[in-house]
T-cell receptor
Framework: NAGVTQTPKFRVLKTGQSMTLLCAQD?????MYWYRQDPGMGLRLIHY???????AKGEVPDGYNVSRLKKQNFLLGLESAAPSQTSVYFC??????????????FGPGTRLTVL | AQSVTQLGSHVSVSEGALVLLRCNYS??????LFWYVQYPNQGLQLLLK??????LVKGINGFEAEFKKSETSFHLTKPSAHMRDAAEYFC??????????????FGKGTKLSVIP
């Protein structure tokens, strides 16, 4: 099993450009999440999905959109990138078995720089 | 809303010394608490989690944490630090019930340095 994979690993954008980050998991998990990590801020939830075709906002959703057309994929889009979106982005997934005690499995991250 | 506070953004210990990383939670309901570790340039990996079965929780790599309800704490310890323990450690809590119970709220992290 590859677990959770993220594409790309690194990206540099200019202000105003758009891009899509792809997250894929092969564990048949129902739940998927997008976080951003900034120095001294920990990880903050951007959006999450509780199943195919459903998404919800997290703590810091502004400037991002997501889609979950297939159970195994969760896409994060930036329509018009801003320097404040320079960050490391992590995708995670979890199953519903075990209830709230279940763990989230994380991808390796995407380092995004917006100039 | 539930949250966690990690005391100390950076902790340095000598190799072989005790590691103590502090985490306090604010919760009016039974918390679902986790410790994650992030090695340089990697994603997060679960160290351990509190499941209410026991107040002392053992995790991977020799780490353990003790849940103390009276102190609202879930501190992470390891008796003897190793160079490979140098990483950033995150305490996290899950919110209440239903679909929202699957969202993790992270502390700001504590970076552990191990001095040879």
């Amino acid at each position: 099993n590859a677990g959770v994979t993220q594409t790309p690993k690194f990206r540099v954008l200019k202000t105003g450009q758009s891009m899509t980050l792809l997250c894929a998991q092969d564990m048949n998990h129902e739940y998927m999440y997008w976080y951003r990590q900034d120095p001294g801020m920990g990880l903050r939830l951007i959006h999450y999905s509780v199943g195919e075709g459903t998404t919800a906002k997290g703590e810091v959703p502004d400037g991002y959109n997501v889609s979950r057309l297939k159970k195994q994929n969760f896409l994060l889009g930036l329509e018009s990138a801003a320097p404040s979106q320079t960050s490391v982005y992590f995708c995670a997934s979890s199953s519903t078995s075990g209830g709230p005690y279940n763990e989230q499995f994380f991808g390796p991250g995407t380092r995004l720089t917006v100039l | 809303a539930q949250s966690v506070t990690q005391l100390g953004s950076h902790v340095s210990v000598s190799e072989g010394a005790l590691v103590l990383l502090r985490c306090n939670y604010s919760s009016s309901v039974p918390p679902y608490l986790f410790w994650y570790v992030q090695y340089p340039n990697q994603g997060l990996q679960l160290l351990l989690k509190y499941t209410s079965a026991a107040t002392l929780v053992k995790g991977i790599n020799g780490f353990e944490a003790e849940f103390k309800k009276s102190e609202t704490s879930f501190h992470l310890t390891k008796p003897s630090a190793h160079m490979r323990d140098a990483a950033e450690y995150f305490c996290a809590v899950k919110m209440g019930s239903g679909a929202g119970s699957y969202q993790l709220t992270f502390g700001k992290g504590t970076k552990l340095s191990v001095i040879p």
